[in-house]
């Protein structure tokens, strides 16, 4: 997958994107930086693209006990 590539991202966080983007062009910012900080957003919010397998982050309830 090349860098930038946006095929593993499900549907919710692209919509999430696009409404993101929007806001930061009303408030002037630059389309491609609008673009870049939405996505930014999205991967803070969410941790990512549809990821799976190792290396996975856990989240409180899922972590084992010990």
Not at 10 to 33: L, N, P
Not at 40 to 48: H, I
């Amino acid at each position: 997958m090349p860098q930038g590539d946006k095929s593993s991202y499900t549907d919710k966080q692209k919509r999430q994107a696009e409404h993101i983007e929007t806001g930061y062009e009303k408030k002037g910012v630059g389309a491609k930086t609008a673009e870049a900080r939405a996505w930014a957003t999205v991967n803070k919010l969410s941790g990512g693209g549809n990821k799976s397998g190792s290396g996975r982050k856990r989240t409180k309830k899922t972590k084992k006990k010990a």
